[in-house]
C-alpha cells in the first residue's frame, strides 16, 4: 500500500507558475506507476499527466504539453508536476495517483490510490 499526500497549490495569476508535490510513503516509490488528474467544479476528474514505473516514460494531455512536466524524485519518493504559463481553465483540484496494476495509464479507473487533492485557482 502506498499514502499520497499533495502540497503546493494555491492562487496565482495567469501566466504565472506552481509547482505541485506528492509525498508517497509506504510501498516502494519504484514499484508505481504515477500520474496527476485534475477536476473543475461541475466536471469530471480528469487526466493530466502520468509516467511510467520505471519513469523512462511519461504522457501530457494536449491542453498541458509545454507548460507542465511531471517529474520525480525517488530519493524522497515524490512526485512534482510543475506547472507554468497557467490559464484560468487550469483552475481546479489536482489530484495525485498511484497505479500497482498498469505500467502507465491515462485512464483514471487504472489508479488504485489517490492522495486528498490541493486546491489550484488561476485568476485572469
Known amino acids: 500500500q502506498v499514502q499520497l499526500v499533495e502540497s503546493g497549490g494555491g492562487l496565482v495569476q495567469a501566466g504565472g507558475s506552481l509547482r505541485l508535490s506528492c509525498a508517497a510513503s509506504?510501498?516502494?516509490?519504484?514499484?508505481?506507476?504515477m500520474g496527476w488528474f485534475r477536476q473543475a467544479p461541475g466536471k469530471e476528474r480528469e487526466f493530466v499527466a502520468c509516467?511510467?514505473?520505471?519513469?523512462?516514460?511519461?504522457i501530457y494531455t494536449d491542453s498541458v504539453k509545454g507548460r507542465f512536466t511531471i517529474s520525480r524524485d525517488n530519493a524522497k519518493n515524490t512526485v512534482y508536476l510543475e506547472m507554468n504559463s497557467l490559464k484560468p481553465e487550469d483552475t481546479a483540484i489536482y489530484y495525485c495517483?498511484?497505479?500497482?496494476?498498469?505500467?502507465?495509464?491515462?485512464?483514471?479507473?487504472?489508479?488504485?490510490?489517490w492522495g486528498q487533492g490541493t486546491q489550484v485557482t488561476v485568476s485572469s
Open positions: 509506504g510501498d516502494p516509490f519504484s514499484n508505481y506507476a
Open positions: 495517483a498511484a497505479t500497482t496494476v498498469y505500467y502507465i495509464s491515462i485512464k483514471r479507473e487504472a489508479y488504485n490510490y
Open positions: 509516467f511510467s514505473r520505471s519513469g523512462d516514460s511519461t
